[in-house]
């Protein structure tokens, strides 16, 4: 067995492909080792130090490191794990009931769901999560507004990238604003520890922005 490796827009994400079916169907996320109870994979590889998420798609699986671990140090061990699962043929879930949950719910389009509803979770589907997977990430639908926004929840390689905001607005946004005029826009929903991140990297900057006008002052 050969499993190829492919990078993503997030520096902190890789994307594995073993050449056979992963979820075949749907895709799972696991952030911590509570979720990844569920995957004997998934629970090995949140097992590797350094390694913050898994996520698995139709044909490849991406991990996701934290950003102080280097991939020349976990990237064997990732390596090795995955190739030992499948080349063992194990399953991939311990019960069917934990497979069929772990697939997306978000864009099965429901009888309560209106018109224009059924229509952003069509487009989802069918164009969007196709496009994002090719990256190692994912989508998630979490609502659609009265004032006509789509909430839209990034997931896998997309989770923290730093071009998820030009995704959002230049791929997913102007897409269904063409296509279903009720939509006025399209938001990100961000987890807590998401919000904290992103504070402290806006701090960060902010941070470095004064220390670079800092000599500026006192050279004049």
């Known amino acids: 067995m050969f499993i190829q490796t492919e990078t993503t827009p997030n520096e902190d994400s890789l994307k594995f492909i073993p050449g056979v079916s992963v979820m075949g169907e749907g895709a799972a996320e696991f952030l911590d080792t509570r979720s ?27 991990v996701s490191k934290e950003a102080e671990t280097t991939w020349s140090v976990i990237k064997p061990e990732v390596y090795s794990t995955l190739m030992e699962h499948f080349s063992s ?22 009888d309560t769901d209106s018109e224009t509803v059924a229509m952003i979770k069509e487009l989802l589907e069918t164009r969007v999560r196709p496009a994002i997977m090719e990256d190692g990430g994912d989508i998630e639908y979490r609502g659609f507004g009265e004032d006509g926004c789509v909430k839209i929840k990034l997931k896998g390689s997309c989770r923290g990238c730093s071009s998820s905001t030009v995704t959002l607005k230049s791929g997913i946004e102007r897409m269904l604003m063409h296509y279903i005029p009720e939509v006025t826009g399209v938001e990100q929903v961000l987890d807590e520890e998401e919000i904290v ?7 960060l900057e902010q941070r470095l922005a004064r220390e670079k006008e800092r000599p500026r002052e006192e050279h004049e």
Do not use: H, N
């Open 89 to 110: 043929g194990m399953p991939l879930f311990r019960t069917q009931e934990d497979r069929d949950e772990a697939g997306p719910q978000d864009t099965r389009i429901l």
């Open 197 to 203: 991140a992103q504070s402290e990297l806006e701090k």
């Open 36 to 62: 990844a109870i569920k995957s004997p994979l998934a629970i090995r590889l949140m097992g590797i130090e350094g390694v913050k998420g898994v996520f698995y798609g139709p044909d490849f699986v991406t």
